[in-house]
Nanobody, 120 residues
Framework: QVRLVESGGDLVQPGGSLRLSCAAS????????MAWYRQAPGKEREFVASATRGGNKKYDDSVKGRFTISRDNPRHMIFLEMSSLKPDDTAVYYC??????????????WGQGTQVTVSS
């Protein structure tokens, strides 16, 4: 069993900053890509940022220059540093990970989400 748990979501004013964390636990041999997605009310879930185990990072254009993704591979964790937050960043943020089990099977796992609300 693998579990992803996000934390760090909060209510923040426009222009503010927030740091999200996601921890993977369970039967894990290695983790390839870890990513953040978000889903605003009435909208589809969308890609925010990703980081491979080797350190390659990608960002959606809407967050480039404002969000920074990072990983702690030994602790199976991923982080999202968010700054210059806008009301449009309001969403539930989800962590996603591609995980290899000790039995050599790949699986894609999602966390339960953490709410980020940007409002004055």
């Amino acid at each position: 069993q693998v579990r992803l748990v996000e934390s760090g979501g909060d209510l923040v004013q426009p222009g503010g900053s927030l740091r999200l964390s996601c921890a993977a636990s369970g039967s894990i041999a290695t983790i390839n890509t870890m990513a953040w997605y978000r889903q605003a009310p009435g909208k589809e879930r969308e890609f925010v940022a990703s980081a491979t185990r080797g350190g390659n990072k990608k960002y959606d254009d809407s967050v480039k220059g404002r969000f920074t993704i990072s990983r702690d591979n030994p602790r199976h964790m991923i982080f999202l540093e968010m700054s210059s937050l806008k009301p449009d960043d309001t969403a539930v943020y989800y962590c996603k990970a591609d995980i290899l089990s000790p039995s050599n099977e790949w699986g894609t796992y999602w966390g339960q989400g953490t709410q980020v609300t940007v409002s004055s």
